[in-house]
């Protein structure tokens, strides 16, 4: 798809979105648009895919199909091979025209919820059980009476289906992208809380880019904090992954990602994306991966050693610390380095304290560089590029078997020159990302931006991870000629000593006094 077409389609969508502008704030009604658009990607992908089970029948339209057999037949294979099943009444297209005339609501309830009960007891049932718990048809901000609701809902489905999503296109990934698309402007709007479902596409690209360098597929990749699954396809743009794994704690941002998996045509049996609080509840703890990326909440609370088990659980015990209960930042890399295979790398974003932090985060740090060998690199990222905070981040990079395991990279890409501003908002271009990128990958020394620093050089700094310890970025400022400075100082004290005697003799011949 072109560009151009590609840039229409997504306006046409933002349109669709803003049909709720106004009514309902950005995070809820970004449940009900998102919802909306994929009730309509799983009706045309059931209808392509039973019009091709037609192709040999004598009828081949599946919105004509009535036999009984047929239809269950195939149902029987749309849920083993796309994990769900709609029936022809069922479709969007059916419903919108029953809704030109009827009340719809409480047909599009059960529509969406079977749905989720057609998975019942297949394996795809984990994939698709509650995507639709947040869109609450019922909700009085949709209408004050079902009459309204039922107007606003069937005017959002009806500009829906009038966008051609070209799911036939194979080599298209033209509605994830969209979706995408959606998801950052709904982003860009929920303020404080766009970073629990949102890392900015070009922070993506870098953690995406180094977790994939030099390999053209991988096995698996692992986001512990999914939000809405961005993190996890932006590493499959980058090489060929052949299953994903994700765990959030929001429900509805779970939700979230596990929609977008399914839009982005991952099939049902290569992702799990699991719902649980990923710190006290680790759902992917016998399994390693060999890419994590990850944009964690920045110093969150946890229970630290509120909870006993944590000073006994193997991903923190061998560190002689717990994270604080107040940051658990270390207690995210933690546990990301111990799920981590050995030919792995883990690529996560950070605020800048995990790298100066004294107490028991002085520790965890000292245990990671020193005992463990495993902190690879340490990459500044200009301030007031996440949504909702302004501060500057890093990202850090750990490997298990470092192929350079005397030195690690140091890059500060938070200086002008390395960003551009759009909006309130700083913005990396493709040509700073590949910066970033090939100064890791090269590890060489370039002057106010990468320093490869030996540890014994980190050891010097008592492990203090801090930027600015090892990438000098201080620029000398111009030498100044005091002798010439004075004689210009003389130069001018002459001149405004003879415009003074003009403006008194001004002044006299108009017989008003003088100003000084």
């Known amino acids: 798809m072109s560009e151009n077409n590609k840039q229409i389609l997504e306006q046409k969508l933002w349109d669709v979105a803003n049909t709720l502008r106004g009514?309902?704030?950005?995070?809820?009604?970004?449940?009900?648009?998102?919802g909306f658009i994929f009730y309509k990607y799983l009706s045309e992908k059931q209808h392509l895919y039973a019009n091709t089970l037609l192709e040999d029948e004598t009828v081949k339209e599946y919105k004509n199909v009535t036999d009984l057999d047929t239809l269950e037949a195939i149902k029987e294979e749309s849920l083993a091979q796309l994990g769900f099943y709609l029936a022809p009444d069922q479709l969007l297209e059916a419903l919108i025209k029953r809704g030109a005339d009827s009340?719809?609501?409480?047909?599009l309830e059960q529509t969406l919820n079977y749905i989720e009960q057609s998975t019942m007891g297949t394996e795809s049932e984990e994939?698709?059980?509650?995507?639709?718990?947040d869109v609450d048809l019922a909700s009085s901000k949709l209408g004050k009476t079902p009459d309204k609701r039922n107007e606003v809902i069937v005017e959002i489905l009806a500009k829906l289906n009038e966008i051609d999503f070209r799911l036939e296109d194979i080599e298209?990934?033209?509605?994830?992208?969209a979706y995408e698309y959606l998801i950052k402007q709904f982003a860009a709007g929920a303020g404080k809380s766009a970073g629990e479902f949102y890392t900015p596409q070009e922070v993506s690209t870098i953690l995406a880019k180094i977790v994939t360098l030099g390999k053209d597929k991988i096995r698996s990749v692992y986001d512990p904090t999914c939000g809405s699954g961005s993190l996890l396809l932006r590493v499959a743009k980058e090489t060929k992954?052949?299953?994903?794994?994700?765990q959030e704690l929001n429900p509805t941002t779970y939700n979230l990602a596990r929609m977008n998996m399914i839009l982005h045509?991952?099939?049902y049996s290569r992702f799990n994306i699991e719902q649980d609080d990923t710190l006290e509840e680790p759902r992917h703890k016998d399994q390693r991966f060999e890419a994590i990326v990850a944009n964690p909440p920045f110093s969150a609370n946890w229970k630290g050693d509120v909870n006993p088990l944590n000073a006994s659980d193997v991903r923190f015990n061998q560190f002689g610390k717990l994270a604080p209960k107040t940051k658990a930042d270390f207690a995210f890399l933690q546990h990301m380095y111990y799920q981590l295979a050995d030919n792995g790398t883990v690529a996560s974003v950070f605020p800048h304290g995990v790298l100066f932090r004294g107490a028991a985060e002085g520790v965890i740090r000292e245990y990671f560089i020193k005992e463990l060998n495993a902190i690879d690199a340490i990459i500044g990222l200009p301030a007031n590029i996440f949504y909702g905070t302004s501060i500057p981040t890093c990202i850090v990079v750990l490997k298990k078997c470092r192929k350079a395991d005397d030195n690690i990279v140091f890059i500060d890409a938070s200086g002008e020159g390395n960003f551009i501003k759009e909006g309130t908002q700083n913005k990396l271009r493709d040509e700073d990302i590949q910066r970033i990128?090939?100064?890791?990958?090269?590890?060489?020394?370039?002057?106010?931006?990468?320093h490869i620093a030996t540890l014994a050089e980190i050891a010097e700094n008592d492990y203090n991870l801090n930027i600015p310890r090892y990438v000098?970025?201080?620029e000398e400022e111009i030498a100044i000629d005091v002798q010439q400075v004075t004689e210009r100082l003389k130069a001018i004290n002459i001149e405004l000593t003879e415009v003074d005697k003009k403006l008194a003799s001004f002044c006299n011949e108009l017989n008003i006094p003088t100003p000084f």
């Open 23 to 34: 009514r309902i704030n950005a995070d809820e009604y970004r449940n009900y648009i998102l």
């Open 472 to 474: 000098d970025t201080f």
């Open 103 to 107: 009340y719809i609501i409480e047909e």
């Open 127 to 133: 994939d698709f059980i509650g995507l639709f718990q």
């Open 265 to 267: 045509n991952v099939h």
């Open 241 to 246: 992954v052949a299953d994903f794994y994700g």
């Open 172 to 177: 298209s990934d033209v509605l994830g992208d």
């Open 437 to 450: 990128v090939d100064a890791y990958a090269n590890r060489q020394e370039l002057d106010k931006y990468c």
